[in-house]
């Protein structure tokens, strides 16, 4: 209907056709692993038949309705491309280890950005970051890449959680008692020392890794025979237990 048919510029349209081919190839790519393509693609054209508008500063156009006259007109023009060619220039999507961008809680206006550059994933963004680009500055400012790092870094996270298989009480060569606990991915970035809290009371940690953390034990926290202790490794996670000392 007339009524649907809203005004488009150019580089929205080439975009988004983009995406579409990028699509097309990459699932060519996964499927010429197991069937070798036996078919090409002719060269595609397509016509369209457009009024263009320009204000000064953007050009804009609306797709001609059946019956009017007077449409400027446009031909775009699409080559074939082999199998060789799909696999030379195409990255193969859906690796296990690659987070996709929708997977890390990126609003859709920054998703839809991010696509336009190609990046569709957290290793296609790390790719760019060592060509030193500047995404903030590339989206005309559109993408609060701090914000971008903290969702990827959070998803990471959420991926590797923090696990606590043991917690026991030892001694140090001193003779003072401190509590072992042992896991998995307890400290990923070194950024982030683990802070600790033994019954709402600040406790120093002696020591940790990725396995393990050694937290030194005071009188003010051996105040009950079950007492709560809180761990953070990071801006994204917090292990809360309750322990008997």
Do not use: C
């Not at 990028?22 to 692993?33: C, G, H, Q, S, V």
């Not at 991010?114 to 970051?129: H, W, Y």
């Not at 914000?147 to 009480?169: D, E, Y």
């Amino acid at each position: 209907m007339a009524n649907d048919n809203k005004y488009w510029n150019l580089e929205d349209f080439v975009d988004s056709l983009v995406v579409e081919l990028d699509k097309t190839r990459e699932t060519l790519a996964i499927k010429a692993i197991n069937k070798p393509l036996t078919y090409t693609v002719k060269d595609l054209a397509i016509d369209l038949n457009i009024f263009p508008t320009f204000d000064g500063d953007t050009i804009r156009f609306i797709t001609a309705q059946p019956g009017q006259q007077g449409a400027s007109k446009v031909n775009i023009q699409l080559g074939s491309i082999t199998d060789q060619q799909v696999r030379a220039t195409t990255k193969i999507s859906g690796l296990k280890n690659d987070t996709k961008i929708e997977d890390i809680g990126v609003d859709e206006k920054t998703r839809n950005k991010l696509r336009k550059m190609g990046v569709n994933s957290v290793d296609d963004l790390q790719q760019v970051e060592k060509r030193q680009v500047d995404i903030q500055r590339a989206s005309d400012n559109e993408i609060d890449y701090k914000t971008l790092a903290n969702q990827i870094q959070k998803s990471r996270r959420n991926m590797t959680p923090p696990k606590v298989n043991g917690v026991s009480l030892s001694l140090d060569d001193n003779k003072r008692p401190y509590l072992h606990v042992k896991g998995e991915n307890f400290t990923l970035d070194p950024r982030y020392p683990p802070v600790t809290v033994i019954n709402n009371q600040l406790a120093e940690v002696m020591e940790f890794n990725t396995h393990e953390v050694k937290i030194l034990l005071d009188k003010q926290h051996i105040t009950q025979h079950e007492s709560e202790l809180i761990m953070t490794f990071d801006p994204y996670t917090l292990v809360k237990m309750n322990i008997r000392i």
